[in-house]
């Protein structure tokens, strides 16, 4: 039995209010809601025992004890039989593009395309027959249960990311709740909820006998049950927990909030008059919607919040920054100043909001970054003040498809950066705005999970059962060859692998095991003041902080940033305190140039950035200095003399190879005297810039 999803196309919701059943006689019947039956249509030989509506609503697929699998349209007409078999199918899913299909055939698992000659992916997955699959339109997880009394997670390559230990009973129903957070199990007079990653939040014991299948309110906050012995059973989800520096916010009843104060012990109660939906806590403000309003509360002050209605009355994520805060609703993302007012709607075409988890989007002071949901190679940025994509702000584009988009959250608009994670777990960062970086380039390899510190430009990861801390990701741009000296590594081994960021705050980091027990690790203070003495340049300040610390890495990250900010006598020092003896000695020549176009153009060579070197001195009319650093770099093709290079050949006596020399070789008359006087009326043209 399966409700008609509620589709938006062209702006128009479709509303076609049809009910999917089938019969144990091999058909399915389309009912209206109103109870007229609008069709019956005969699908299988024996009990019809799957029927489920695609997403996008455009058609149904059913399963049952013949083994076949057959996909029809919404009026009812077979499409196409995509799998025959001897066993009887029990579950099948659909993917969130409608594009795929999950069948359980007896032990093993197969995800099967619609498209014609495509190959299936298979994989064995239980000891015992399938009975309930699930398949996350959010996150795109699967999850598994069977007669073996497991329950699995799986990606959809079949690599299994969680398995349960046996319960005491066959799984006899599976459901994700909205947004892809949770999930619920039920068995044998046995109802669980877990997270996303497989461990357990709670286990109840309703007397009720098996439970055959389960479904969760729009809002995430309660799940039915229908159970053999004829009942229904209606849960809700409390005890959810917040936490922010030093405060700890629990979710105590359905209409109840419990604010606890660490530092004075002091406990506050917010009663609300209708159920609590969502709720976040970050940036000194507390945000919580119910069914019809959003609440926003500052932790200076619990007892008088901002209240305003909501446009739509589901809010499904909620993101907040240092300025303000992003509601998703059914159909639209909103975004608020903490005291209430509306800033923003981005119209974002083709986005399906109950698709979209915090994987996918990511909110700046300044910038909303939003995975693309039809082509996930392709992340999309919008100004937050006019709800549009800037031209300075072009969609970032990558090879593979991308799992986990993040914003840094510190500095200047000029300086946000974005860090994504794609399917390889290989980390990239670029640029948002301008163009002097916007390069994609790639910073780490076989990350899990990801987060900025919310207070400067430092970026964590986790990689299996290792942490690390990316201290300035700038150094990328900067001088790759320390990038490595500016990264801590801890080894988190002892807390087991696969561990997953919860929150990265100050010099706290908080990680979540795979069994769900939270871990929290510190790190030194040094490298947060350092970014807060360059945030306000006081070079003095950090260079006396890491004479005092005398730690590699720290004189690494000031070497960097001071090559970025161009304090070249900050960063002559810290190169030397880390004995990159070549780099200093490079410095002092970059400091005898009069010419500051000369300077910048030598500080891009020594980040590697030739073109970028080459355009400063071209878009300055620094020619002869443009030929000589292609000289240097023994780059002919591009600006070679030819006078010199003859003369290289002559000393070397070597022969001309290169065609394009060859063809010009009788063409161009080689007169040195010429070329010295060039050399010599450019050198002249430097001086005047100068003066």
Not at 291 to 312: A, R, Y
């Amino acid at each position: 039995m399966h409700w008609f999803p509620k589709v938006q196309s062209s702006g128009r919701k479709q509303s076609y209010e049809l009910l999917l059943i089938t019969s144990a006689d091999g058909k399915f019947h389309l009912i209206h809601k109103n109870g007229r039956l609008e069709k019956s249509v005969e699908a299988h030989k024996g009990a019809a025992l799957v029927g489920q509506w695609s997403y996008d609503g455009a058609g149904l697929l059913t399963a049952g004890e013949d083994g076949q699998v057959k996909i029809w349209s919404r009026s009812g007409m077979l499409r196409s039989t995509i799998l025959q078999g001897d066993v009887p199918i029990y579950t099948a899913a659909w993917s969130s593009d409608s594009n795929q299909v999950l069948i359980a055939q007896g032990r093993t698992l197969v995800i099967k395309p619609l498209a014609a000659n495509s190959k299936p992916t298979r994989w064995r997955a239980h000891d015992g027959l399938i009975l309930k699959t699930a398949w996350n339109k959010s996150n795109n997880l699967i999850i598994s249960g069977g007669e073996d009394c497991k329950y699995k997670v799986w990606d959809t390559f079949g690599r299994q990311l969680y398995c349960s230990s046996p319960v005491d009973y066959p799984i006899t129903s599976l459901s994700w709740a909205p947004g892809g957070e949770l999930f619920a199990v039920g068995s044998y007079n046995t109802l669980k909820l877990c997270d996303k990653i497989g461990w357990s939040h709670s286990l109840d014991k309703p007397s009720s006998g098996s439970i055959y299948a389960l479904a969760w309110s729009l809002d995430g906050t309660q799940v039915a049950g229908a159970c053999s012995n004829g009942n229904i059973i209606m849960a809700h989800i409390i005890e959810r927990r917040l936490e922010w520096k030093n405060f700890e916010i629990i979710l105590t009843s359905r209409k109840t909030i419990t604010v606890k104060d660490v530092l004075n012990d002091t406990i506050e109660k917010l009663d609300f008059p209708e159920r609590v939906a969502r709720m976040e806590l970050e940036y000194n403000h507390l945000v919580v919607t119910t069914m019809s309003k959003c609440h926003v509360f500052s932790t200076s002050n619990w007892n008088t919040p901002i209240i305003f209605d909501l446009k739509e009355g589901s809010v499904s994520l909620i993101l907040l920054t240092s300025r303000h805060f992003l509601l998703v609703e059914r159909s639209s993302i909103n975004i608020y100043s903490y005291d209430g007012r509306l800033l923003n709607s981005p119209k974002i075409p083709g986005m399906n909001f109950d698709m979209l988890d915090s994987s996918q989007i990511s909110l700046s002071p300044e910038t909303l970054a939003v995975l693309c949901q039809t082509d996930d190679k392709v992340i999309n940025l919008f100004d937050i003040s006019s709800g549009r994509q800037a031209t300075n702000l072009s969609p970032v584009h990558h090879t593979l498809g991308i799992t986990k988009i993040c914003l840094s959250q510190a500095q200047t608009a000029q300086e946000r950066q974005l860090a994504f994670v794609d399917r390889n777990r290989d980390v990239y960062i670029c640029y948002v705005q301008g163009t002097d970086y916007r390069k994609v380039s790639k910073l780490g390899v076989m990350v899990q999970s990801l987060s900025w510190n919310t207070e400067v430009n430092i970026l964590a990861g986790a990689q299996d059962s290792m942490l690390t801390v990316w201290l300035f990701p700038t150094a990328l741009y900067i001088d790759k060859s320390i990038l490595r000296r500016t990264t801590l590594f801890k080894d988190l081994s002892e807390s087991g692998r696969s561990l997953s960021l919860v929150s990265y705050g100050g010099n706290q980091i908080s990680l979540r095991r795979v069994d769900g027990a939270m871990i929290n690790s510190s790190l030194p203070p040094y490298y947060t003041i350092l970014h807060e003495f360059v945030s306000f340049k006081k070079w003095e300040g950090a260079l006396r902080l890491c004479r005092f610390v005398n730690d590699e890495t720290l004189w690494a990250c000031l070497a960097c940033m001071a090559c970025y900010s161009k304090e070249l006598f900050t960063a002559e020092e810290a190169y030397a305190a880390i004995n990159e003896l070549d780099k200093v000695s490079y410095l002092q020549y970059i400091k005898s140039l009069s010419l500051p176009a000369a300077q910048n153009a030598h500080l891009a060579l020594l980040a590697g950035n030739f073109k970028e070197a080459e355009n400063i001195l071209l878009l300055n009319g620094l020619i002869f200095r443009a030929i000589l650093v292609h000289m240097e770099l023994h780059n002919w093709n591009r600006y070679g003399k030819l006078s010199p290079l003859k003369c290289y050949l002559d000393t070397f006596e070597k022969a001309e190879t290169n065609e394009k020399f060859l063809q010009f070789k009788n063409e161009v008359e080689i007169n040195p005297e010429n070329i010295e006087s060039k050399i010599e009326l450019e050198l002249e043209k430097e001086k005047q810039k100068k003066l």
